[in-house]
Nanobody
Framework: QVQLLESGGGLVQPGGSLRLSCAAS????????MGWYRQAPGKQRELVAS???????NYADSVKGRFTITRDNAKNTVYLQMNSLKPEDTAVYYC?????????????????WGQGTQVTVSS
């Protein structure tokens, strides 16, 4: 089994910064892509940023220039540095990872989600 454990959410004033972390653990052979999604009340879940193994990051237009996604393959961890936060960034942020696992001679590939962490931007 694979688990994603998120941390780093909280309450911050407009213009402030937060850093989210998501660590994957368990039966991991390789991690193909890691990303962050968010869901605000009454809205659909949307992609915030993603990064492939060895690839360039991808960002939603609404966060370009303010958010930075990075990953540490040695730690199976992805980070989201969020700067210049705005009230409209308020949402539950979810980590997502596309992970390949190996059991004996069998391989499997699945998408996993974290439990979500609340980010609130308010004065």
């Amino acid at each position: 089994q694979v688990q994603l454990l998120e941390s780093g959410g909280g309450l911050v004033q407009p213009g402030g910064s937060l850093r989210l972390s998501c660590a994957a653990s368990g039966s991991i052979f390789s991690i193909n892509v890691m990303g962050w999604y968010r869901q605000a009340p009454g809205k659909q879940r949307e992609l915030v940023a993603s990064i492939f193994d060895g690839g360039a990051p991808n960002y939603a237009d609404s966060v370009k220039g303010r958010f930075t996604i990075t990953r540490d393959n040695a730690k199976n961890t992805v980070y989201l540095q969020m700067n210049s936060l705005k009230p409209e960034d308020t949402a539950v942020y979810y980590c997502n990872a596309d992970i390949s696992s190996k059991s004996g001679i069998r391989y499997s590939r699945n998408a996993y989600w974290g439990q979500g962490t609340q980010v609130t931007v308010s004065s």
